[in-house]
């Protein structure tokens, strides 16, 4: 066990005594011998709902830096802060003996007279107390037992707590990290005539004006279109789509002698005007699904496609680190994107004063 300790003064703990003082004994009022374990003291924890909080960002912000300075002298990897609490004692008020398994302690003297209060004392007899002032912070292994007499003076003490792990101290402890089922996108630029099928696309609209229902909000989407002979640059666009999509289907998904194959089960086309948008749906009954921009304006604000998290994490924590609840793309002309169909997707307003056209499929597996 290590018995060294490392000790700090950190030279803005009066003032945030001053700051945070009212709050400290409002708690009081409300829960005097509040805590966690078998003693006699007023002890709050960062996660304690039932409690007014003080700026425990402040504290979280500036420990954090003096544990990763503490780890660096010591050649320690920092593995994170734990719960910081704080611990008042009036009268008579006492913590028993315990350790926290592991780990560093992290002890912060905030309202300490060394005149009248007493420091944290040690149960092996062999480990003598370090001299504390007001405002300093010790850091001790967190397998040393430790205890705090009972404050026999009328003045209180205040000190807050936290522990910390290491790398090298536990790494049993190490947390690992494996992603299970990630989503695929997959996206490729085709090399056709935009301008050839954008003009199919608006004879369509000419011939059958009234639009589709569907999703499609202010802007018109065909009905299922017929694989027509007539409409040979949207024929070709579904020959590409084809082959794209069976590449992946073929390299990704089959076993060797596998010899399924895909297809497209359904094509339309959707032509959002100046604010024109698409809201949150998915594609029931196929397999892969995509959408191809035939006309777009490069870097203009033409409505991107939003896909929304399968897990609804959102309901859990707002704010993901590894990807938001929604990840967008931008339309890109000639830019073909393809999807799992039960990825829920919307597609933004179209900013601009000209037309977003679009062509979308459904695939399928062919048994
Ligand atoms: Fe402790
Ligand atoms: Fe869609």
């Known amino acids: 066990m290590d018995t060294k300790f490392y000790k700090k003064n950190l030279e803005w703990t009066n003032n945030f005594v001053q700051r945070n003082i009212d709050a400290i004994e409002r708690n009081y009022k409300k829960f005097p011998s509040k805590n966690r374990w078998n003693c006699n003291c007023h002890v709050v924890h960062d996660n304690d709902l039932d409690a007014e909080p003080i700026d425990y960002e402040f504290l979280r912000s500036e420990y954090e830096k ?5 780890c660096e002298s010591r050649g320690l990897k920092f593995n994170g802060l734990g719960p910081i609490w704080y611990n008042y004692y009036k009268s008579g008020q006492y913590q028993e003996p315990h350790d926290h398994d592991g780990g560093y302690t992290f002890i912060h003297y905030m309202i300490f007279d060394k005149n009248i209060h007493s420091s944290t004392k040690f149960t092996d007899k062999d480990i003598e107390s370090p001299e504390i002032d007001q405002g300093d912070i010790l850091i001790f292994d967190g397998k040393i037992q430790h205890y705090v007499p009972a404050n026999d003076s009328t003045s209180p003490r205040l000190t807050t707590a936290f522990t910390f792990d290491t790398e090298t101290v536990t790494p049993d402890k190490q947390i690992n990290l494996d992603f299970l089922f990630p989503t695929p996108m997959w996206w490729t630029d085709l090399h056709l005539d935009t301008n050839a099928i954008a003009n199919e696309c608006y ?49 990704q998904y089959l076993e060797d002698g596998d010899r399924r194959t895909l297809t497209i089960l359904n094509y339309w086309v959707c032509i959002n005007p100046s604010g024109g948008y698409n809201a949150r749906h998915i594609h029931p009954g196929s397999f892969m699904s995509g959408v191809y921009y035939v006309k777009c304006i490069e870097d203009g604000d033409q409505g991107s496609i939003q896909f929304h998290r399968p897990d609804l994490e959102d309901f859990i924590i707002r704010q993901h680190d590894l990807k938001h609840n929604d990840t967008s793309y931008p339309p890109v002309q000639g830019r073909l994107l393809l999807f799992p169909s039960q990825l829920a997707h919307s597609v933004d307003s179209n900013e ?7 062509v979308s499929f459904n695939i399928g597996i062919n048994d």
């Open 66 to 70: 003096i544990a990763i300075d503490f």
């Open 352 to 358: 601009m004063d000209s037309d977003r056209i679009a």
């Open 203 to 251: 004879q369509l609209r000419d011939s059958q004006p009234d639009s589709r229902g569907r999703s499609t909000i202010n802007g018109w989407q065909s009905d299922d279109l017929k694989f027509d002979v007539s409409q040979r640059s949207l024929l070709k666009l579904i020959d590409e789509v084809t082959m794209v999509s069976n590449n992946i289907f073929r390299s």
